[in-house]
């Protein structure tokens, strides 16, 4: 064996910064930064969950993905089952103005291990399945979803790898019977939010680490020249999304235990991080919801590495939420 002994300066070593799985790149580090708070313990971490959004009573609904069932959690932490369904995958939640809530689902999974044939159904505010609006022979697999005021909504596919751009952003018109593309060819999109006037909508694309800002110049219509990609993420991977009354764009970072906010133009303006990240705890980071009229937001996530389990963890962002079910 050679009689190799290198330096001290050309030894290269972990930082405390840098030893965990999801270290916080270095152009990210120096970011105002907020830290959230258990708010209240779902389940152990075979509790997937997704798709937090807030009812006119003030209950938080979300989704227990791989359980196929739509939760809903009180004011006073009373944790309840609004709907189950087998094989459904639901995903994400969208509320009406007139109550009733709409889930998107990723749909069935296949014999190579995929999501297929998902859908968007719609229950009353008591759980029970009204009707299916996106049905799966539409050939998408649902995993987002978000209203605009003429009561249309954005949903995103999440068909698709790194190489095979087969996923997308799609809008429903209000009376359910167009589906119009608004950007095909992505791969495996993912997030969808709205700017507070829905002159702007936001995709990120999972598995191309892209955040999509898209001017609109009509429901579903891009304005010419509107479409950009103003940031890049590193690591794994950018999730849902969420916009406050200010415009600012808040991303879940799947595997990475934090969100990333960005202003209205898409420059990172700072970072929320959930507690024990630096011990690998609570990575499945997979989304948000801003309370309305409140700076407070709640973030679903799940221990995967550790033994925390699936939490909802509470803080307050940079400006308040809006209830996008008021101006529907």
């Known amino acids: 064996m050679l009689d190799i002994h290198p330096s001290e300066g050309s030894t ?3 930082q405390d910064s840098t030893r965990c799985l999801a270290p916080i790149p270095f152009s990210e580090r120096d970011l105002p930064t ?4 258990p708010y209240f313990k779902v389940g152990d971490s ?13 209950n938080l609904l979300f989704v227990d993905i791989y359980g196929g069932r739509v939760l809903r959690l009180s004011p006073s932490r009373q944790l309840t089952t609004l ?9 994400g939640i969208a509320i009406h103005r007139d109550g009733r809530i709409f889930v998107a689902c990723v749909g069935p999974i296949n014999a190579v291990g995929q999501f297929d044939a998902g859908s968007v159904i719609v229950l009353d505010a008591q759980g029970r399945k009204l009707e299916t609006v996106v049905p799966p022979q539409a050939g998408h697999v649902v995993d987002d979803i978000v209203f605009d005021r003429e009561g249309g909504f954005y949903f995103t596919d999440f068909r698709g790898t790194s190489t095979e751009a087969t996923g997308g952003l799609f809008y429903v018109t209000p009376d359910h019977r167009e589906i119009r593309p608004v950007l095909p060819h992505m791969c495996a999109a993912n997030g969808v939010a709205l700017s507070p006037d829905d002159k702007v909508v936001w995709a990120t694309e999972y598995c191309a680490n892209r955040l999509h800002r898209i001017e609109l110049a009509a429901p579903g219509v891009r304005a010419r020249g509107g479409v950009s990609v103003p940031y890049t993420f590193a690591g794994r991977a950018p999730d ?4 406050d009354s200010a415009g600012n764009a808040y991303v879940a970072l799947n595997w990475q235990a934090r969100l ?3 202003s209205p133009f898409g420059v990172p303006i700072g970072q929320i991080l959930l507690p024990g990240r630096e011990q690998d705890m609570f990575l499945k980071s997979t989304s948000l919801a801003l309370v309305p009229g409140s700076r407070d937001l709640v973030i679903v996530a ?11 963890f509470t803080a307050r962002g940079v400006a308040p939420g809006f209830a996008m079910f008021s101006h529907q």
């Open 240 to 243: 849902s999304m969420r916009t």
């Open 46 to 58: 075979t509790v997937a969950l997704e798709g937090p959004a807030f009812d006119r009573q003030g």
């Open 34 to 37: 907020a830290i959230a708070e």
């Open 12 to 14: 290269l070593s972990y």
């Open 83 to 91: 709907y189950t369904e087998p094989d459904l995958h639901p995903a």
């Open 260 to 262: 990333l906010v960005l």
């Open 302 to 312: 799940r221990d995967v590495v550790r033994d925390g389990g699936a939490v909802v």
